[in-house]
T-cell receptor, first 120, second 107 residues
Framework: QITLKESGPTLLKPTQTLTLTCTFSGFSLSTSGVGVGWIRQPPGKALEWLAL???????RYSPSLKSRLTITKDTSKNQVVLTMTNMDPVDTATYYCAQSNNWNRAFHYWGQGTLITVSS | DIQMTQSPSSLSASVGDRVTITCRASQSITTYLHWYQQKPGKAPQLLIYAASSLQSGVPSRFSGSGSGTDFTLTISSLQPEDFATYYCQQSYNTPRTFGQGTKVEIE
């Protein structure tokens, strides 16, 4: 059974750095073809893809946010970490991590999401 | 970036209705197109991957078709649990863009 769960702070002040951890089970990020991505959703709005990391440490970022994002993996801990610098109230959203692959590249399994609020 | 445009943005339908949602890509994405269902307060769930492959555990009333730039999600007979928002997503390249969503409401 594949599960993913996001963890991190729930409230940040503007200009702070967000660090989110995705802890997963039921698969390994050392397995060829496997990836984990991050997607966010502002309240009442659509999904927005942020970043993706593959088993071979190939990393992809949203061009509009690339300067603020870093994605890393810790295979031994079954974790993927996303950092986003210089947080702003417009970054208030539910942040999801999800498992992908490099065959069909869909997000087959999702975490429950974590709401991050940015407010002074 | 590849732009994904869904239509309609919302629709009202009754239980038992056949429902069709379309998704158009701004350039060819072959069949790197996926459909997700999202209910309020819940994470999205994959319904269809690679344009027409049914995700394991998803009811057969859901189907997908299309290739290139034009895609369709069809619900053959709408059930009460199908009232939700549906998103398409392309994975032809990065950024892996989503459509704006289609909200299916009870008529």
């Amino acid at each position: 059974q594949i599960t993913l769960k996001e963890s991190g702070p729930t409230l940040l002040k503007p200009t702070q750095t967000l660090t989110l951890t995705c802890t997963f089970s039921g698969f390994s990020l050392s397995t060829s073809g496997v990836g984990v991505g991050w997607i966010r959703q502002p309240p009442g709005k659509a999904l927005e893809w942020l970043a993706l990391i593959y088993w071979d440490d190939d990393k992809r970022y949203s061009p509009s946010l690339k300067s603020r994002l870093t994605i890393t993996k810790d295979t031994s801990k079954n974790q993927v970490v996303l950092t986003m610098t210089n947080m702003d109230p417009v970054d208030t959203a539910t942040y999801y991590c999800a498992q992908s692959n490099n065959w069909n590249r869909a997000f087959h399994y999702w975490g429950q999401g974590t709401l991050i609020t940015v407010s002074s | 970036d590849i732009q994904m445009t869904q239509s309609p943005s919302s629709l009202s339908a009754s239980v038992g209705d056949r429902v069709t949602i379309t998704c158009r890509a701004s350039q060819s994405i072959t069949t790197y197109l996926h459909w997700y269902q999202q209910k309020p307060g819940k994470a999205p769930q994959l319904l269809i991957y690679a344009a027409s492959s049914l995700q394991s555990g998803v009811p057969s009333r859901f189907s997908g078709s299309g290739s290139g730039t034009d895609f369709t999600l069809t619900i053959s007979s709408l059930q009460p649990e199908d009232f939700a928002t549906y998103y398409c997503q392309q994975s032809y390249n990065t950024p892996r863009t989503f459509g704006q969503g289609t909200k299916v409401e009870i008529e």
